[in-house]
């Protein structure tokens, strides 16, 4: 009796073709088999990502009889990738499911359609909303100038003491009810020198969505009576910046432990001695939720090189799902559904990038409709940037983020 033996690959698998080389990756392990220059292999993993073949393929005699392909059938099966179905009674292809990802069919439907409705279901796609509201601050911070490349919260925007009236923040708050939100960031400069503090705690105190504060500890010491308007209905996201005020910032500390207010420390380093002392004080402290964040100040390449580009092996570490991958295809998940506001009304997508619009002037909707349909933030993959889309790693490597637009280079890694 003849059998049919059918490859097939496990639906979490993830491949990557690029020229002649070749990637298979497991997504649940990690584990990942790399070919170069070899065409057989690249023929037969070619055929397997062909999408009608859906990752079933029948092996035929040559393959069989193939030294490197029987290696990379027995790689495939020790890595738990997939395996051979050899049965004579299996007659017909057997079926494997790939997933889909429903983002791109909105993408296209959005791009056919010019109907007005279309405009409320990208609202369903907006997640996070960062209203800066003031550009003012009297503090001076070494880092405040490289901040906003790289994190958007806690700096002057301009030198001008500007400040977002409120009128268009309850102009961004009613366009929300229509979305599904799931958290409102308040940036600044010092958000607690902006003039109408008091009236903007009590909007967002009726609003539903988590309502995260960004705010310097020493501002916090400087205008506790501000800081007061805050209650534990929000969130508190404490910035600190070196050299570290230790009594500032465990009087801060107490004061936000009496106000019981959910809060996260973020800690901007840009060199290690600065982890170093941050990790005395998270113990010192007792400090439960913190960030450590490091920033690009032009001069601490190397810092960044030691410590943030990546290698082959903490991509492969990294585990990203399949769905993941598949999503890293379409669109930039460190930006997708996000929109910030800066204190002038513009509108940004990520705010390295262009001006969408301005909230005086442009409705929440349309601002997420036009960066659906034209922008190419929401939608910058690694796919269509120098040099990450030849690379094979493109998709399971982290998507692009504010650090390559800080440190000004698309391949924050040890690999190209
Ligand atoms: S507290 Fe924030 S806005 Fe003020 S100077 Fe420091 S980094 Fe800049
Ligand atoms: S070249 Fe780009 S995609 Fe490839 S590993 Fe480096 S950063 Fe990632």
Same mark, same amino acid.
């Given at each position: 009796?003849?059998?049919?033996?059918?490859?097939?690959?496990?639906?979490?698998?993830?491949?990557?073709?690029?020229?002649?080389?070749?990637?298979?990756?497991?997504?649940?392990?990690?584990?990942?088999?790399?070919?170069?220059?070899?065409?057989?292999?690249?023929?037969?993993?070619?055929?397997? @990502?062909?999408? !009608?073949?859906?990752?079933?393929?029948?092996? %035929?005699?040559?393959?069989?009889?193939?030294?490197?392909?029987?290696?990379?059938?027995?790689?495939?099966?020790?890595?738990?990738? *997939?395996?051979?179905?050899?049965?004579?009674?299996?007659?017909?292809?057997?079926? +494997?499911?790939?997933?889909?990802?429903?983002? +791109?069919?909105?993408? +296209?439907?959005?791009?056919?359609?010019?109907?007005?409705?279309?405009?409320?279901?990208?609202?369903?796609?907006?997640?996070?909303?960062?209203?800066?509201?003031?550009?003012? #601050?009297?503090?001076?911070?070494?880092?405040?100038?490289?901040?906003?490349? +790289?994190?958007?919260? #806690?700096?002057?925007?301009?030198?001008?003491? %500007?400040?977002? @009236?409120? &009128?268009?923040?309850?102009?961004? &708050?009613?366009?929300?009810?229509?979305?599904?939100?799931?958290?409102?960031?308040?940036?600044?400069?010092?958000?607690?020198?902006?003039? !109408? &503090?008091?009236?903007?705690?009590?909007?967002?105190?009726?609003?539903?969505?988590? %309502?995260?504060?960004?705010?310097?500890?020493?501002?916090?010491?400087?205008?506790? @009576?501000?800081?007061?308007?805050?209650?534990?209905?929000?969130?508190? /996201?404490?910035?600190?910046?070196?050299?570290?005020?230790?009594?500032?910032?465990?009087?801060?500390?107490?004061?936000?432990?009496?106000?019981?207010?959910?809060?996260?420390?973020?800690?901007?380093?840009?060199?290690?001695?600065?982890?170093?002392?941050?990790?005395?004080?998270?113990?010192?402290?007792?400090?439960? /939720?913190?960030?450590?964040?490091?920033?690009?100040?032009?001069?601490?390449?190397?810092?960044?090189?030691?410590?943030?580009?990546?290698?082959? !092996?903490?991509?492969?570490?990294?585990?990203?799902?399949?769905?993941?991958?598949?999503?890293?295809?379409?669109?930039?998940?460190?930006?997708?559904?996000?929109?910030?506001?800066?204190?002038?009304?513009?509108?940004?997508?990520?705010?390295?990038?262009?001006?969408? *619009?301005?909230?005086?002037?442009?409705?929440?909707?349309?601002?997420?409709?036009?960066?659906?349909?034209?922008?190419?933030?929401?939608? !910058? %993959?690694?796919?269509?940037?120098?040099?990450?889309?030849?690379?094979?790693?493109?998709? &399971? #490597?982290?998507?692009?983020?504010?650090?390559?637009?800080?440190?000004?280079?698309?391949?924050?890694?040890?690999? /190209?």
């Amino acid at each position: 009796m003849i059998s049919n033996n059918w490859l097939y690959l496990e639906p979490f698998v993830h491949i990557s073709l690029i020229r002649n080389k070749v990637l298979l990756y497991n997504t649940l392990n990690g584990k990942a088999l790399e070919y170069d220059n070899n065409i057989k292999i690249y023929n037969l993993v070619k055929r397997l @990502d062909y999408n !009608k073949n859906l990752l079933v393929v029948k092996l %035929t005699k040559s393959d069989l009889a193939n030294t490197d392909i029987k290696s990379l059938l027995y790689k495939i099966r020790v890595n738990y990738m *997939g395996d051979i179905i050899n049965s004579p009674a299996i007659k017909f292809k057997p079926v +494997q499911i790939k997933p889909i990802f429903n983002i +791109q069919r909105s993408i +296209q439907i959005l791009k056919e359609s010019g109907e007005a409705s279309v405009g409320t279901n990208v609202m369903q796609n907006l997640t996070e909303v960062s209203i800066n509201i003031n550009s003012e #601050c009297n503090l001076n911070c070494k880092n405040c100038k490289y901040t906003f490349k +790289q994190f958007h919260f #806690c700096t002057k925007y301009d030198r001008l003491k %500007t400040e977002l @009236d409120i &009128i268009y923040i309850k102009k961004i &708050i009613t366009a929300l009810a229509g979305s599904s939100l799931k958290k409102l960031n308040i940036t600044g400069g010092n958000i607690l020198m902006y003039s !109408k &503090i008091e009236e903007l705690t009590n909007l967002l105190l009726n609003y539903t969505s988590i %309502t995260e504060f960004y705010i310097h500890y020493k501002n916090i010491l400087e205008y506790s @009576d501000a800081f007061c308007l805050l209650n534990n209905k929000f969130m508190l /996201n404490v910035l600190i910046d070196f050299p570290i005020n230790l009594n500032g910032l465990e009087s801060i500390k107490i004061l936000i432990n009496k106000k019981n207010i959910k809060t996260s420390f973020t800690f901007i380093i840009n060199k290690i001695e600065n982890l170093i002392e941050a990790e005395e004080h998270i113990v010192k402290l007792n400090i439960e /939720n913190y960030t450590i964040l490091p920033y690009f100040d032009r001069s601490n390449l190397s810092f960044f090189k030691n410590n943030i580009f990546i290698s082959k !092996k903490d991509i492969y570490e990294s585990k990203p799902t399949i769905t993941d991958i598949y999503a890293r295809q379409v669109i930039n998940p460190n930006y997708f559904g996000k929109l910030g506001i800066m204190c002038n009304g513009s509108i940004y997508a990520n705010l390295n990038g262009r001006v969408i *619009g301005n909230i005086k002037n442009l409705d929440l909707n349309e601002a997420a409709t036009k960066e659906m349909k034209e922008g190419t933030n929401w939608r !910058k %993959t690694r796919a269509n940037i120098t040099p990450c889309k030849d690379c094979l790693y493109k998709f &399971i #490597c982290p998507p692009i983020s504010d650090y390559e637009y800080g440190v000004g280079s698309y391949n924050l890694c040890k690999i /190209n």
